[in-house]
C-alpha cells in the first residue's frame, strides 16, 4: 500500500478492483464503511463516501458498494483505460498535478509506435521487446535530461502518446471486452471525473484479483495512470493500495526472499557485473532532469555496501570490492514457476519449502506434483503436514515409484516466537513469544542457522566449490546456531562501524564500509533508543497520539521507511508547499519546515526556490511515470486477453493475449497445456473464503466447521442448462486437470454479454486439498479438491506472476 | 510481557455491576454476565502482545498466558487489541479462532524422513536429519554450482537448490533466510508475493 489501512477512512471514492475486502481483509474493511457512513465524505457535496466494486463475483463487499459492475476477470486494464480515457477526453484531470507531477510532458523517442496490438521493438521469435524506441528523447549536452513540452501538445510527448493510446477506449469498447453495460460504466466515469478536483480524492484498491493475470503488472499500472492523472497519489484517502494476503508478506518481499532483488528493493547482481560500479550503473537510476533528487539512484552504492558489509563483516573491504564476487549472479528468471520448470527438466536437484505448499499453490498442480517428483530431495518446514510434504502419496502418484527424499522439519507457529510482522500498510509491529515451542518443534531461525552451520563445517572440512561466501558470513549472535530474533533486528537497522551506535535514518549510511544495514529502508525501526515496532500509542488516547486527526497514529508501530505513513506524500501539496485539501494534509510547507506526516522531502526544503526538488523524490524523473520504459511488456498498459480466453481481442483479433506472456511449457518443448474455447466453454476464476487463509486452516476445526467442504459457484442460467442443482457433486475439468466438488447455483456469478457473444463465468474458492481435517474425514473425495489442478502454467512477461485468475473450465453433473 | 490484569478490569467491572441491577428489565442482563464471567477468566493472567497470523491486515492481538503448578505455559484466550489504530480490538473469525492454531493437537512435533521410493514416513532425530539433509545441500551445491557462465562471467550461483519461504515468517528469519539462502549461492528464491 502507498497509504495504509486507517488511512482508507479518508476517501471520497473507493474504486475495488481485484479483490474483496469485506470477505478476505474483514478486519480492514471497516475503514471503508468509515469512509461510507462519513458525511464529510463523498463526491458532490459530500453525503458519504461512494465504494465501487467491479469483481466477476457478487460478494458482501458488492452488497455495500454503491454501484456493483459485473467485470469478466482478467479485462480490468479496459475498465481503467476507459476511465482514463473519459477523464481526458471530458477534461477532467487534475491540471496542475500532471503537468507538474508526472511525466506527461517528457518527449519519447520518435520511432516509439503502437499498431494493431504490438509496441514497437517487437521480437516475435523471442516473445521480447527490444525497448530502445520506448526511452525519453534527450536535450543536447552532457547532462542528457530529458527533453520536455510543458504545453503538453507535442505529438510525442507523453500525455499526447497516453491520449491517443486510450482513444480507442470507448464506453462502447468497454462493454465488449468487459461485459459492463454502457450505461453502467459511465455513472463510474461521471464520479471518478469528479475525484481529479483538488478538494477531492479517491483510492483505488486491489488484490490478487489484479496481480494473477499474465497482464498483472499493467492491470496495476492502468490504475495508477488513472490515479495520477486525478492528482490522487501520496495523499490521505488516496493512493494505490494494494491488500496483501498473509501476515509479513510485506516484510518478506522488503527483506527480500525473492529472486530479482536484495533486501530494500535493490536490483540482484547479475551475470556480467564484475564490479559494484558495474551494478550501480545498470542498477540505479538516473537523474533525468537537473531538479530531480532522484534519491534512491543517487545513494544506491551506499546501500549495496552497507549490505555487504553486513553479511561479510571485515570480508567485504575496499580492496576486495566488499566481496561484490560472492553475490551469486542468476542466469535468468529463477521466480516460483522457473523453479518446477528446472525440476520438470531435471535441472533442479533440491527445494526447501518454509510456510509454503507447491502442491496446492500451483499453478497446474499436477505438473507441480510431477516436477516435485523429480527432485532428489525436498525439506519442509512447518508447524503441520503439508500437501507438499505428503505429496509422494498424492492421487496419481504410486509412492514406490517417488524416488524424492522428503524431509519434514517441523517448525514453530508465529506464537511460539517473537519478531516483527509488517502489514500491508507497512506497519512494523513487534510480537512477544506467547507460549514456548510445542514438542520437539524448533524455530524455523534456528533450523535455518544450525542448518548453515553444518553446510560451513563440511566445507571446512572437506572443502567444495567456492566455500567463501559461506566460511565468511557474519553470524554475530550470541548463539549463532541460535540466534535471537531481537539480535537480527537490530542487525537489519544497522549501525556506524565507527561509533558502534544504531544509526536512527539511512541519510547517514555510507559507500566506504563504515556502516552496515541489512535493509536500507528498515534504518531507523531499531535506533538506540529501541525497538520502534513495539510502540503502542493508539486508540486509547486518539488527541494525543493521532494530532493530525488522519489516523497516522505516529507513534504506534513504525512504518518503513523513518515511519513515514503516506508514500509519495510530497505529492499531497502544491508546488508552493499548500495541501491540496487543507483539511486532508498530508504535509504542508509552514515558511521554514514542512509539518504533518514525516516528508518525503528534504525537511527544510523552501518548494518556492526555484532549485527546490521535484515531488517524486524516489525516481530520476522527479516526477510519477504515466508512460514506463522499464516494463517488458509495453510502456503503456494494453489490454490482452488472458491466454485461456473465450474471445478474441476486441481491440486487435490478431494480437489477442500478451505477446509477451511467458509460456513455460513451450520455452521448454513440453506438451500444450492449454484449452481452448470449444472444448472448455466457461470462464473460471478462483478466490479465498472469509473462514480459511490458504491451506493451514484445514488444521482448525472451527474453521473447518465453518466452510467443511469444496464447492464451485455456478450462475443459475448455466446450471439449468446443464441440469445442475445446489448440493449435486460436478466434475470441473480444464485441460490439466480436475476437480470434484458441490455445486452451489447462485446469482452471485452470472453471464456476460460482450456485444452480442454470451459467456459464463464460475468461482472456485482455493482451500480444499489432500491434507486437513476435511480430507481426513473424506479420503475418496479429498484426491480432487486442489482447485490448483485447473489453473495455467503461464507468467506474466514482468512478474512471471501466474494466471490463476482466468482460464477455460468445462462443467458436467456427476452421477 | 507484563504481568496485569485485562485492560480496564476493574472499571467495566463496576460498569458490569451497574449492568446487572438497571441494565434489563430483567434485573439480569447476559451480556453483562459473559462479559464479566470473560473477566474472570483472564484475571490476573499475563498479558502479551502479537498480532494475527493470517491476513496481512495485521490486527492486533493480546494473548492471556498463565502459568500452570508444572510451570508450563497456557494460553486462555486470544482477542483483539482495542487501543490498535489498524483493528481496534476487531477480529475476523479467522483471527477470533486463532487459539486453535496456537494450540492445535495436530502439529508435527518431531522430525519426519521419508526415503526414496517409501510408502511411509520413520521417525528421525533433528540430529540425523540435519546431518543428512546439510550433506544433501552441500552434495547438490557442488553438483550444481557454476563459477562461471558460458560467457566467461564470475557468477558463483547454484542453480540446482531452490527455497522458497513462506509469508508467516517474520521479518528477522526472513532476513536471516535470504543472507543464509544467498551466501550458499542459492539465485532461486521464493516466497508468497507472487503466488
Known amino acids: 500500500m502507498t497509504n495504509h489501512w486507517r488511512d482508507i477512512k479518508n476517501a471520497d471514492v473507493i474504486l475495488i478492483n481485484g479483490a474483496n475486502p469485506a470477505e478476505a481483509h474483514p478486519v480492514g474493511f471497516q475503514w471503508f464503511m468509515q469512509a461510507k457512513l462519513d458525511p464529510t465524505k463523498g463526491p458532490g457535496n459530500g453525503g458519504g463516501a461512494k465504494l465501487i466494486h467491479a469483481d466477476p463475483r457478487f460478494s458482501r463487499t458488492s452488497a455495500v458498494s454503491d454501484l456493483y459492475l459485473r467485470i469478466r476477470t482478467g479485462t480490468d486494464v479496459a475498465y481503467f483505460g476507459g476511465l482514463i480515457n473519459y477523464v481526458i477526453q471530458n477534461n477532467k484531470y487534475h491540471d496542475e498535478y500532471v503537468k507538474n507531477y508526472t511525466n506527461a510532458s517528457f518527449i519519447i523517442n520518435k520511432d516509439y509506435k503502437f499498431k494493431d496490438g504490438l509496441f514497437s521493438g517487437y521480437d516475435a521469435k523471442k516473445r521480447t521487446y527490444a525497448v530502445e524506441t520506448w526511452a525519453y528523447d534527450n536535450e543536447p549536452g552532457p547532462d542528457k535530461y530529458a527533453k520536455r513540452d510543458e504545453s503538453l501538445k507535442d505529438p510525442h510527448c507523453v500525455f499526447q502518446l497516453i491520449k491517443n493510446h486510450y482513444s480507442r477506449y470507448t464506453p462502447e469498447m468497454v462493454q465488449t471486452i468487459t461485459g459492463i453495460p454502457k450505461e453502467d460504466f459511465l455513472k463510474v466515469a461521471q464520479i471518478v471525473g469528479e475525484m481529479g478536483r483538488p478538494e477531492k480524492v479517491m483510492t483505488i484498491v486491489y488484490a490478487v484479483g489484479l496481480t494473477h493475470h499474465t497482464t498483472g503488472s499493467q492491470l496495476i499500472r492502468s490504475a495508477a495512470v488513472l490515479q495520477l492523472l486525478l492528482g490522487n497519489i501520496g495523499r490521505p484517502g488516496g493512493g494505490m493500495n494494494a491488500e496483501r494476503g498473509h501476515a509479513n508478506i510485506q516484510g518478506n518481499t522488503d527483506n527480500a526472499i525473492s529472486w530479482e532483488i536484495l533486501p530494500g528493493y535493490l536490483k540482484v547482481p547479475l551475470p556480467g557485473q564484475k564490479t559494484i560500479e558495474d551494478y550501480v550503473k545498470v542498477s540505479a537510476s538516473k537523474r533525468l532532469l537537473g531538479i530531480s533528487w532522484n534519491f534512491f539512484g543517487t545513494n544506491y552504492k551506499k546501500f549495496i555496501v552497507s549490505l555487504l558489509k553486513t553479511w561479510y563483516g571485515d570480508s567485504a573491504n575496499k580492496t576486495n570490492d566488499f566481496a561484490f564476487n560472492y553475490l551469486p549472479k542468476p542466469a535468468g528468471n529463477s521466480s516460483w514457476m522457473s523453479i518446477y520448470d528446472q525440476a520438470l527438466q531435471g535441472k533442479m536437484e533440491g527445494v526447501m519449502l518454509s510456510g509454503m505448499t507447491a502442491a496446492s499453490i500451483g499453478p497446474d498442480s499436477n505438473q507441480v506434483l510431477a516436477a516435485l517428483s523429480k527432485l532428489k530431495w525436498l525439506a519442509v518446514m512447518d508447524p503441520f503436514p503439508t500437501t507438499s510434504s505428503e505429496f509422494w502419496h498424492a492421487s496419481g502418484l504410486n509412492p514406490a515409484d517417488v524416488q524424492t527424499e522428503v524431509f519434514m522439519l517441523p517448525a514453530t507457529h508465529w506464537i511460539e516466537k517473537d519478531g516483527s510482522f509488517v502489514n500491508s500498510g507497512r506497519w512494523m509491529q513487534w510480537k512477544d513469544q506467547v507460549i514456548p515451542p510445542v514438542g520437539d518443534s524448533r524455530h524455523d531461525h534456528w533450523i535455518i542457522a544450525e542448518l548453515f552451520h553444518r553446510v560451513k563445517a563440511l566445507y571446512q572440512k572437506d572443502g567444495g566449490k567456492f566455500p567463501d561466501p559461506i566460511v565468511h558470513l557474519t553470524m554475530d549472535y550470541k548463539n549463532p546456531l541460535k540466534p535471537e530474533l531481537d539480535e537480527i533486528a537490530r542487525e537489519v537497522n544497522g549501525k556506524d562501524l565507527k561509533t558502534g551506535k544504531r544509526l536512527a535514518t539511512f541519510a547517514k549510511l555510507m559507500d566506504d564500509g563504515t556502516t552496515t544495514s541489512g535493509n536500507w529502508i528498515y534504518v531507523g525501526s531499531y535506533p538506540e533508543k529501541g525497538n520502534m515496532a513495539k510502540r503502542r500509542n493508539g486508540v486509547q488516547d486518539p488527541k494525543k497520539n493521532d494530532p493530525t486527526g488522519l489516523g497516522f497514529y505516529p507513534e504506534y508501530a513504525w512504518s518503513w521507511p523513518l515511519n513515514r505513513r503516506i508514500l509519495y506524500n510530497r505529492a499531497s501539496a502544491d508546488m508552493s508547499g499548500k495541501p491540496w485539501d487543507p483539511k486532508r494534509a498530508g504535509i504542508a510547507w509552514n515558511g521554514s519546515k514542512w509539518v504533518g506526516d514525516v516528508p518525503d522531502y528534504p525537511p527544510k526544503m523552501n518548494p518556492k526556490d526555484p532549485k527546490a526538488w521535484l515531488p517524486f523524490t524516489m525516481n530520476g524523473e522527479g516526477v510519477a511515470r504515466l508512460f514506463a520504459g522499464s516494463m517488458l511488456d509495453g510502456p503503456i498498459p494494453e489490454h490482452y486477453e488472458p491466454v485461456e480466453s473465450p474471445v478474441k481481442n476486441a481491440l486487435h483479433p490478431d494480437m489477442s493475449a500478451s505477446p509477451t506472456a511467458f509460456l513455460y511449457d513451450k520455452a521448454a518443448k513440453r506438451e500444450n497445456r492449454f484449452g481452448t474455447v470449444d472444448e472448455y466453454p466457461i470462464i473460471a476464476t478462483t478466490y479465498r473464503l472469509t473462514e480459511h487463509e490458504h491451506y493451514v486452516t484445514q488444521q482448525v476445526p472451527h474453521l473447518v466447521q465453518l466452510q467443511p467442504e469444496p464447492f464451485v459457484e455456478i450462475p443459475t442460467a448455466l446450471a439449468k442448462e446443464r441440469g445442475v442443482k445446489t448440493g449435486d457433486m460436478v466434475r470441473v475439468r480444464s485441460k490439466r486437470g480436475k476437480i470434484e466438488v458441490r455445486a452451489v447455483v447462485t446469482n452471485r456469478v452470472g453471464q456476460l454479454d460482450l456485444g452480442g457473444k454470451k459467456v459464463y463465468q464460475v468461482g472456485i474458492p482455493i482451500h480444499w486439498g489432500y491434507v486437513g481435517i476435511a480430507a481426513e474425514m473424506h479420503p475418496e473425495k479429498s484426491k480432487f479438491w486442489m482447485a490448483n489442478n485447473l489453473t495455467p502454467f503461464v507468467g506474466d512477461a514482468n512478474s512471471r506472476t501466474p494466471e490463476f485468475k482466468a482460464f477455460l473450465v468445462q462443467i458436467e453433473k456427476l452421477a | ?195
Not at chain 2, 163 to 169: E, L
Open chain 2, 1 to 195: 510481557m507484563a504481568t496485569v490484569t485485562r485492560r480496564g478490569f476493574l472499571s467495566w467491572a463496576g460498569i458490569g455491576t451497574a449492568g446487572i441491577l438497571v441494565g434489563s428489565e430483567l434485573g439480569f442482563d447476559l451480556a453483562q454476565a459473559s462479559e464479566i464471567k470473560q473477566q474472570l477468566r483472564i484475571a490476573g493472567a499475563t498479558e502479551a502482545h502479537s498480532v494475527c497470523p493470517y491476513c496481512a491486515v495485521g490486527c492486533s492481538i493480546i494473548a492471556y498466558t498463565r502459568k500452570a503448578a508444572d510451570g508450563s505455559v497456557k494460553v486462555l484466550q486470544i482477542e483483539g487489541d482495542p487501543d490498535s489504530p489498524v483493528n481496534e480490538g476487531r477480529l475476523c473469525p479467522k483471527g477470533a479462532t486463532a487459539m486453535q492454531l496456537a494450540t492445535s493437537d495436530r502439529r508435527v512435533e518431531q522430525p519426519l524422513y521419508r526415503a526414496p521410493g517409501a510408502t511411509a514416513w520413520q521417525k528421525m532425530s533433528w540430529d540425523d536429519m540435519l546431518d543428512k539433509l546439510a550433506h544433501r545441500i552441500k552434495d547438490s551445491r557442488d553438483r550444481t554450482f557454476v563459477a562461471t557462465d558460458k560467457k566467461g562471467n564470475l557468477v558463483n550461483r547454484t542453480d540446482g537448490i531452490a527455497f522458497a519461504g513462506g509469508a508467516t515468517f517474520s521479518n528477522e528469519e526472513g532476513y536471516l533466510a535470504a543472507k543464509v539462502m544467498r551466501s550458499l549461492g542459492l539465485v532461486y528464491l521464493e516466497q508468497q508475493a507472487r503466488v
